[in-house]
């Protein structure tokens, strides 16, 4: 029997771009066009609850980002604690840590178009415009998803942490000396311990409650990004009606292991996460805690781990951090200052921290241009020694493509100064811890000003039908703007109301740019004059 004839290679490669090309599809757009959802699928850790996550791309800034969607069933519920939800994700929005991955942007899409009365839009003749907002989807058609939400985080293209230890275990090449991989391994304590300090400082304190080698992620440049911290929050401030599609149960038999003795027996404190922190630090000293198979880790597999341990000090501090009693066990910002992490940081380093914190000041390219000022002969620093000749550096020793990286690191978040500052609470609302009452709203005298509209009205149409009573008219109207979003408004005319005035309130609302009243005057009068008799 004849073998089959090998598909060419050209073929191959042809098959390969089709993929790849199916795969950069773009299947729907944000409402505002920045962000674009791709085909491909990403599993960017353990996004318990996230049941779709998408490559996208940030047409703005030219870099990938993750498309998560959050889809709930009970739409009725969804509905019912939209206003919660939204003030939830505009808060995560405000959580912004070097070491956390950044959420960018939210909106819900629930499964009607609905009207929605935008508040202080009320005119001085006491009447309201009326706004509906959709976005079409890239086909044109106009079918909104089921109730979800949808959410752009930050993408971390270099994977998991357990994927790199992995890797890094295989590859006998890479950190083979003890002394490498204890300073790697004291830099990504560093790293997950400023983030952490960072949540549990907040007030109230934010609980990550899911902190495993899966939802830890680490760059190429060794930057360190804590994932899916969204989730114990969002999960413990909603409603039990609303909880279903995100409620945290042990995810997975094998990390169940990063899950401290009192979980979910107890109300979860910043503790859990220290005893998740403390796994993962082993398991970062060690490259891989070995599970039985696709089972959970067992305890004699922990043991043999922590005796692997040669340094005393690495084996304390992970110890304390697995200490059975929650009160035992040590905060974030202490750990900061233990003995095995602990250093003085050099004036390079505090320069570099300084030197980026006032950069806003400073003129552009300031260090290049300095260095090339700078005469390399010149005596940078000196250390005097007798009997003999001064110890002196001089800026020919200095590399300005390695000062350059080593800014680009500091201000990365590679190098955190942590350890000299104090916990300083950021300020969040109380809406996302679980709160023991609904708290009143307080009402503001003064309206807030509106925000302009700086986006073009690409196309416009409008419509004028009598009242029931044949009283007045109604107009309604609708813009589609450069970005593809559709507004459509309504409004009940007045015998007073002329086209400029009526022009000028959309853009004293925000509703429309200030450079199209002139043509939307011009076509409401010409509307107007088409309905015989309309024209106010």
Known sequence: MAAPEPVPRRGREREREDESEDESDILE???CGRWQKRREQVNQGNMPGVQSTFLAMDTEEGVEVVWNELHF?????????????????EQLALVDHPNIVKLHKYWLDASEARARVSPGHTTGRGHQWVERLWAPTIGGAREPAA???????????????????????????AMNTRSVRRQAWKRWCTQILSALSFLHACSPPIIHGNLTSDTIFI??????????????IFSNALPDDLRSPIRVEREEPRNLHFFPPEYGEVADGTAVDIFSFGMCALEMAVLEIQANGDTRVTEEAIARARHSLSDPNMREFILSCLARDPARRPSAHSLLFHRVLFEVHSLKLLAAHCFIQHQYLMPENMVEEKTKATDPHTVLAEIPRSPGPPLQWRYSEVSCLELDKFL????????PLMNFAAARPLGLPRVLAPPPEEAPKAKTPTPEPFDSETRKVIQMQCNLERSEDQARWHLTLLLVLEDRLHRQLSYDLLPTDSAQELAAELVHYGFVHEEDRPKLSAFLDSTFLKYRGAQP
């Open 147 to 173: 109730s979800q939400v949808i959410f752009i985080a930050e993408y971390v293209s270099s994977g998991s942490l357990k994927q790199f230890l992995k890797k890094t275990k295989k590859n006998h090449k």
């Open 408 to 415: 680009e690191d500091v201000r990365n978040g590679i190098y």
């Open 219 to 232: 760059q190429h440049n060794g930057l360190i990004k804590i994932g899916s911290v969204w989730h114990r």
């Open 29 to 31: 757009e944000s409402p």
């Open 73 to 89: 069933a009970d739409r009725k519920a969804f509905l019912a604690h939209e206003e919660r939800i939204q003030v939830m994700f």
